[in-house]
């Protein structure tokens, strides 16, 4: 095909659009199926409806081929564990018995049974359920879902493309089951798996696709040759399938590399490749490997992870010289729009200027039309949207709002020794004990207590004018007595004063930091019924005054034992925002950890001696390519040790992190030089603890004994067991006891029963260790 023809032929496409809906009617409707107010039909009836406003959506902003199958009541990596038969032994019984519970046992777990692990999905903040596979696994074909959809949108007369995580994808993102031994590798499961995917596909034909999307992102990621090599056999075996639709294997997050070669040689007919920030190397590798020429190009120009509008016209370069390069090219986002908002036009509150800046779903589908137009009928045809385009990114350029001159010197002002405690560890670990006197295996959590009904309520009022600020503030103060109380009579040793007054971790501080924007309805979705509002960072960050000092204060008041403070770190305020794209990710948190050094001295002048500064995002947001890793963790802890290091050797530093893949930050986490740290270890079986221990983790540990994200109440015996298995990796005299995260979403019933489990296996393990001392 000549480069006339491919424009000529450009069509527009999306991976993926968000579930939610506008009110986040998903939620409600799944949590009130759990609670029993919602059947399953009209759980069902809402999710039909969902997904056909969806596809009318982006077939009236002119997208010609609608995915299908990215819809999901929780998670898409579990619908795909569902569809390739790969219930854990433990979920049979109860999928069989209802497929709909056991879906949601699967994800939740019950009292009797264990969800399945989540973790991280890639370098974002969606969560997935990972996939548990042992040499015993047999994998079964049901389509039926994905089936259903196909047709429910070709009776609507869309043209769909059916969305499937890839096999080597799936299976690289699964970890052994439990009993499975620790060195099994669910890939040598390929060829096990590939006959069910064949089945897929032809089922899918059958029922009218003409083209079938399957999504590869972990092939962006280094891989070994081994990998690389099960990928040629994958797409090897399914392209030279006969009865199957077209295949588009698609990649996203970063550039395909050394995958590009296998995935070009493929029988297959698409690929679609990311073309934001890494659209240099992939430009270039397109290059080396001599084009996509037979193939379709879906090219994701379009930043499918970020709100800031597009650069049109860099946008059409890359498009132009895409089309000497592939026989059809495409125009797309960057990854599925799940992780953006659905429309910034319902973003009332923020001035309509900036507005203007701000790209959500519904903006970007028309961004993605408008250069879709452009490139098949010349720039001329779109001048009006590219006059529109460029005025809007210059005046973001120019924008006041963007450049704080102050907060600029402030950071080139940083020294070495501000990003330094004042004594070793050893040194400050002594202190704090004689000054802390906690006894050995010491009790505390995460931060956050159940954020009740009543709670929602007094803020709803209070922006409603129905209560005033007095009135909300006798609230919370009521909320922090009655938290208190409840820890102090339970037995727990640090306690914390619950965050009744904030929404969310990362919006609570935002909403206080000059340079954030708060959105009011940018709900994201960040695992099963969990939405977050992620605020926007849009200019220079600094802080007008304290955020937390005085409800911290107020709590100490309450109690003669310590009480934690309570912040969000500097990776995790970017990690958890729509960050800035107009400067380097580094300099931005350099400007967050010194607005946050601000809060912690104060917090310690105010009296408090123990102080944690969440980072659970440092994990999450490490490049998914080893060489960029060295630059990110060096700004990142560099980061957190601005924000922390402005104490006194006995102010004892906490951080937190939770659900992702620890083992290759472990450096990092020391470099932190944080005095204590929690992390995740229900889910895992604490796997984290013996690997803290073989780098030779030398400060103290809570790794969780409640899993926090399930409906289950641990007893106190197996919150002891898991201890005890601690214990294996960490001394008693540096291991603390704690859940696995916040308890923001838990209920009070079972809050209350879990942590007096806790507190009695603390007690029973703490008695053991020291008769063993």
């Not at 569902?82 to 046992?105: C, K, N, Q, S, W």
């Not at 910034?344 to 900036?354: G, K, L, N, Y």
């Not at 403070?565 to 729509?578: D, E, I, R, Y």
Request: aromatic content about 6%.
């Amino acid at each position: 095909m000549t480069t006339e023809s491919a424009a000529a032929a450009v069509q527009a496409t999306v991976y993926g659009y968000p579930r939610q809906g506008q009110n986040r009617e998903l939620k409600k409707a799944v949590e009130g199926y759990w609670k029993g107010r919602v059947t399953a039909e009209a759980l069902q009836d809402t999710a039909r409806d969902l997904r056909r406003a969806n596809w009318k959506q982006l077939a009236d902003a002119g997208l010609h081929e609608l995915p299908t199958g990215d819809f999901s009541y929780y998670d898409h990596v579990l619908d795909t564990t569902v569809m390739v038969g790969a219930i854990p032994a433990r979920h049979r019984a109860a999928v069989e018995t209802d497929a709909l519970d056991g879906y949601f046992a699967m994800a939740r777990g019950t009292q009797d049974v264990a969800p399945l692990e989540m973790t991280k999905w890639f370098d974002t903040n969606y969560h997935y359920l990972v996939p548990e596979l042992g040499p015993d696994t047999a994998f079964t074909a049901d389509s039926a879902r994905q089936v259903a959809e196909l047709k429910e949108a070709l009776a609507l007369g869309h043209t769909p493309r059916p969305v499937l995580v890839g096999p080597v994808t799936y299976l690289l993102l699964a970890k052994p089951a439990p009993g499975v031994a620790e060195d099994f590798v669910p890939l040598t499961l390929l060829d096990r798996l590939l006959p069910v995917y064949a089945q897929v596909l032809a089922e899918l034909r059958a029922a009218g696709a003409d083209w079938v999307q399957l999504d590869e992102p972990a092939l962006v990621q280094d891989r070994t040759p081994a990998e690389l090599g099960a990928a040629a056999r994958a797409y090897r075996d399914l392209g030279g399938l006969t009865d199957r639709p077209r295949l588009l294997v698609a990649s996203y997050f970063d550039r395909l590399g050394e995958a590009l070669p296998v995935l070009a040689k493929a029988p297959v007919e698409g690929l679609a490749l990311d073309f934001t920030d890494a659209a240099a190397a992939n430009l270039r590798d397109l290059a080396a490997v001599g084009g996509l020429l037979g193939k379709r190009l879906v090219a994701g120009v379009v930043n499918g992870r970020n709100i800031w509008i597009n650069d049109h016209q860099k946008s059409l370069t890359t498009l132009g010289t895409l089309l000497g390069l592939a026989d059809r090219v495409d125009v797309a986002a960057s990854c599925s729009l799940l992780h953006v908002p659905l429309d910034a036009t319902a973003e009332r509150d923020i001035d309509p200027q900036i507005r203007r800046w701000l790209a959500f779903a519904r903006q970007k589908t028309t961004e993605i039309t408008t250069l879709a137009r452009g490139l098949a009928q010349g720039t001329g045809a779109i001048a009006a949207e590219l006059a529109a385009n460029q005025a809007d990114l210059a005046s973001r350029a120019t924008s006041p709002i963007t450049h704080d001159p102050a907060v600029r010197a402030r950071t080139a002002a940083i020294t070495e020794a501000d990003g330094r405690r004042s004594q070793p560890y050893a040194e400050r670990s002594a202190a704090q004990r004689a000054h802390l006197r906690l006894p050995l295996l010491p009790t505390t959590t995460i931060g956050s207590f159940p954020q009740t009904d009543e709670l929602r309520v007094a803020r709803a009022d209070l922006r409603a004018g129905r209560i005033d600020t007095a009135g909300y503030e006798e609230r919370i103060k009521t909320e922090i007595r009655e938290v208190i109380a409840f820890q102090e009579k339970t037995g727990v040793d640090v306690l914390v004063h619950g965050e009744p007054e904030r929404n969310d971790m990362v919006q609570y501080f935002a909403e206080q930091l000059t340079g954030y924007l708060a959105t009011q309805h940018g709900w994201v979705q960040s695992y099963g019924t969990r939405y977050v509002r992620p605020p926007v960072l849009a200019g220079d960050i600094s802080r007008p005054e304290p955020m937390t000092v005085r409800w911290t204060a107020y709590a100490q008041e309450q109690t003669a034992k310590p009480v934690k403070g309570m912040l969000t770190g500097p990776v995790t305020m970017l990690a958890w925002s729509f960050v800035r794209d107009d400067q380097p990710l580094g300099e931005t948190a350099r400007q967050v950890g010194l607005a946050l050094r601000d809060e912690v001295v104060d917090l310690e002048a105010a009296g408090t001696s123990v102080i944690q500064v969440d980072e659970p995002a440092l994990r999450e947001t490490l490049p998914l390519r080893a060489d960029g890793r060295a630059d990110y963790l060096a700004w990142a802890t560099e980061s957190f040790r601005l924000t922390t290091s402005g104490v006194r050797p006995d102010t004892q530093i906490h951080t937190h992190m939770c659900y992702a893949e620890f083992g290759d930050i472990l450096q990092a986490i020391d470099d932190l030089d944080a005095d204590v740290i929690s992390l995740e270890a229900a889910r895992s079986h604490m796997r984290v603890a013996g690997e803290l221990a073989a780098a030779r983790y030398p400060r103290e540990v809570g790794p969780g004994v409640w899993d926090i994200h399930s409906p289950r109440v641990p007893s106190a015996a197996e919150a002891a067991a898991l201890l005890r298995k601690g214990l294996e990796a960490i001394p008693a005299e540096r291991l603390w006891v704690n859940p696995d995260c916040g308890l923001k979403t838990r209920g009070w019933t079972e809050t209350r029963t879990s942590l007096e489990h806790l507190v009695e296996a603390a007690h029973t393990v703490r008695t053991e260790a020291g008769a063993t001392a």
